[in-house]
Structure formats: C-alpha cells, structure tokens
C-alpha cells in the first residue's frame, strides 16, 4: 500500500510541476505582398514567439506575459518593416532583425522585469 501511494504521489508531483512549467510555443512563416502577424501568449514559463516574414509590407507584434525565461524572435525582409516586442517577467529575450530595401524599418521593444536582453538590428538598402 505504502509503495502504491509513493508512486502515485510522485505522478502527482511530476504532473503539477510540468504544468506549471508548461511553455507555449508560435512559429509564423509568411510570404507574400502584405504580411500581418499578432502573437499572444500568456501563462506558464518558457515562452517562444518566431516570425520571419518576407514581403513588400512586413507587420509584426508579440506579446509575452507570464513567470518569465521567454524568448521572442523577428526577422524581417521588405520594403516596408515594423516590429514591437512586449514582455513582463524575468530573464526575457528579445530579436529582431529588419532588412529593407528602399524602404523604412521601425522596431519598439518593452520588457518589464530583471535581467531582460534586447538586441535590434536594422539594415537598409541602398
């Protein structure tokens, strides 16, 4: 009796502990004329967001709010770029990078909590 309330105390324990370490995961691949991506994700830890978009007009966001340790990533080829990050908890980390050609690239990070890294890269040609 002992061991059978042992084995499923640990079940208990291993399920709660992965649900509250549970992680949402988006990947958005887009390709056309006008691309158009919104990302939500909240709850949990351990969030990733990934967009890469390749397009004349190029629009992204995402959002993570949870217990922290999410990670977001933009890439960005086009004529015309905008990308925002929005991320509360600790340890975050944000990317995005944005490539245009002729045009115009805009990027707005905000990350509340300790220990976030943001890194912006934005190259235009010519």
Same mark, same amino acid.
């Given at each position: 009796?002992?061991?059978?309330?042992?084995?499923?105390?640990?079940?208990?324990?291993?399920?709660?502990?992965?649900?509250?370490?549970?992680?949402?995961?988006?990947?958005?691949?887009?390709?056309?004329?006008?691309?158009?991506?919104?990302?939500?994700?909240?709850?949990?830890?351990? /969030? *990733? +967001?990934?967009?890469? $978009?390749? !397009? #004349?007009? @190029?629009?992204?966001?995402? =959002? &993570?709010?949870?217990?922290?340790?999410?990670?977001?990533?933009?890439?960005?080829?086009?004529?015309?770029?905008?990308?925002?990050?929005?991320?509360?908890?600790?340890?975050?980390?944000?990317?995005?990078?944005?490539?245009?050609?002729?045009?115009? /690239? *805009? +990027?707005?990070?905000? $990350?509340? !909590? #300790?220990? @976030?890294?943001?890194?912006? =890269? &934005?190259?235009?040609?010519?």
């Amino acid at each position: 009796m002992f061991v059978r309330q042992t084995l499923l105390a640990g079940f208990a324990t291993l399920a709660l502990s992965t649900a509250a370490f549970a992680q949402n995961t988006v990947t958005t691949v887009q390709v056309g004329g006008a691309n158009f991506s919104t990302t939500s994700q909240t709850g949990g830890t351990a /969030n *990733s +967001a990934s967009l890469s $978009q390749l !397009g #004349l007009i @190029n629009s992204g966001s995402a =959002t &993570q709010v949870s217990g922290g340790l999410n990670l977001s990533g933009m890439t960005q080829v086009g004529v015309v770029n905008g990308a925002s990050v929005g991320q509360a908890g600790a340890l975050n980390g944000s990317q995005i990078s944005q490539t245009s050609f002729f045009g115009s /690239n *805009s +990027a707005a990070v905000g $990350q509340f !909590g #300790l220990g @976030n890294v943001s890194t912006v =890269t &934005q190259r235009r040609f010519p």
